[in-house]
């Protein structure tokens, strides 16, 4: 059992960063690929980013490529989302999650989800 605790969300305006953090629990952590994802009002839960449990491997959405940095510390059971250049159309609350298996874009494949954080854009 994993549980996931995401916090750094807030309002920021167009072009500013921000760096969410999840908090897992439990001494498995480097057990598990980890992925961000968000989600819009109206919308489908969209894959943002994630990462290979060494933290070696890494993959994007489309969407934020170019902007958005994933990263994972295994000494502190945390994985990071660095956002920079944001958009308006990046407002979402944003969820981490954690997989037994290989990372994938598909929210079908993760095992452990946290609460979320909101992000907000202003334009």
Known sequence: ???LVESGGGL????GSLRLSC?????????????????APGK???FVAAISRSGGNTVYGDSVKGRFTISRDNAKNTV???MNSLKPEDTAVYY???DRGTAT?????????????QVTVSS
């Open 1 to 3: 059992q994993v549980q």
């Open 12 to 15: 920021v305006q167009a072009g």
């Open 23 to 39: 908090a897992a629990s439990g001494r498995t952590f480097r057990s598990y690929d980890m992925g961000w994802f968000r989600q």
């Open 44 to 46: 489908e839960r969209e």
């Open 80 to 82: 990071y989302l660095q």
């Open 96 to 98: 981490c999650a954690a």
């Open 105 to 117: 874009i598909y929210t079908r494949d993760y095992d452990y989800w946290g609460q979320g954080t």
